[in-house]
């Protein structure tokens, strides 16, 4: 099998559970995410596994799912986080396809947000990682709040209190904001 016959449209989240597009890799242009000819495919069991079970665009409509290959997923990280790898998957598959898409098209302008004006050139896997992780409720509020409190501040500070923010707001609610390798 190639990967010319993986065929998926889904630009947003992957065959496998991860969102793509909170990506660093993703973003920066270096992958063109979960679809037909991605330079993932190389690498990704789920892909061909998903042409053997009729080209499924996400691995909960198989009646296996969760499979083996979902054992230990979440304990390690590529360059996107896979601790919400199964959560996710199971969030599309409760709230339907649809509205999961629809919340991540929301945390993708929260990201381009905190990309545009918090962004002093080296926080983008940071900022993928928070929107990725978190609640859209908790990141609204915390770009709100920054909304009025970094008003007279430069980029470098006003980076620096963004990453505090998402920080302190990820502790309470137990969430490490570290990629693990």
Same mark, same amino acid.
Request: proline residues 2%.
């Given at each position: 099998?190639?990967?010319?016959?993986?065929?998926?449209?889904?630009?947003?989240? %992957?065959? *496998?559970? /991860?969102? +793509?597009?909170?990506? #660093?890799?993703? !973003?920066?242009? $270096?992958?063109?995410?979960?679809?037909?000819? %991605?330079? *993932?495919? /190389?690498? +990704?069991?789920?892909? #061909?596994?998903? !042409?053997?079970? $009729?080209?499924?665009?996400?691995?909960?409509?198989?009646?296996?799912?969760?499979?083996?290959?979902?054992?230990?997923?979440?304990?390690?990280?590529?360059?996107?986080?896979?601790?919400?790898?199964?959560?996710?998957?199971?969030?599309?598959?409760?709230?339907?396809?649809?509205?999961?898409?629809?919340?991540?098209?929301?945390?993708?302008?929260?990201?381009?947000?905190?990309?545009?004006?918090?962004?002093?050139?080296?926080?983008?896997?940071?900022?993928?990682?928070?929107?990725?992780?978190?609640?859209?409720?908790?990141?609204?509020?915390?770009?709100?709040?920054?909304?009025?409190?970094?008003?007279?501040?430069?980029?470098?500070?006003?980076?620096?209190?963004?990453?505090?923010?998402?920080?302190?707001?990820?502790?309470?609610?137990?969430?490490?904001?570290?990629?693990?390798?």
């Amino acid at each position: 099998m190639t990967s010319n016959e993986f065929k998926r449209d889904d630009l947003l989240f %992957s065959l *496998c559970g /991860l969102n +793509c597009s909170l990506c #660093p890799m993703f !973003i920066r242009g $270096g992958c063109t995410g979960c679809r037909e000819g %991605s330079s *993932c495919y /190389l690498i +990704c069991e789920f892909a #061909p596994c998903s !042409i053997e079970h $009729g080209n499924i665009d996400y691995c909960f409509e198989c009646d296996e799912y969760p499979c083996e290959k979902y054992e230990g997923v979440d304990l390690y990280d590529s360059l996107i986080s896979h601790k919400n790898q199964l959560k996710d998957m199971e969030k599309a598959k409760t709230i339907g396809i649809e509205n999961y898409r629809a919340e991540q098209r929301v945390k993708k302008g929260i990201l381009n947000r905190l990309l545009n004006e918090y962004d002093a050139g080296h926080s983008d896997v940071f900022f993928c990682l928070a929107v990725n992780l978190m609640e859209v409720n908790d990141l609204n509020k915390i770009l709100n709040e920054a909304d009025e409190l970094t008003k007279n501040m430069n980029l470098d500070e006003k980076s620096s209190f963004m990453k505090d923010a998402l920080n302190n707001c990820a502790v309470k609610r137990n969430i490490s904001l570290k990629l693990r390798h």
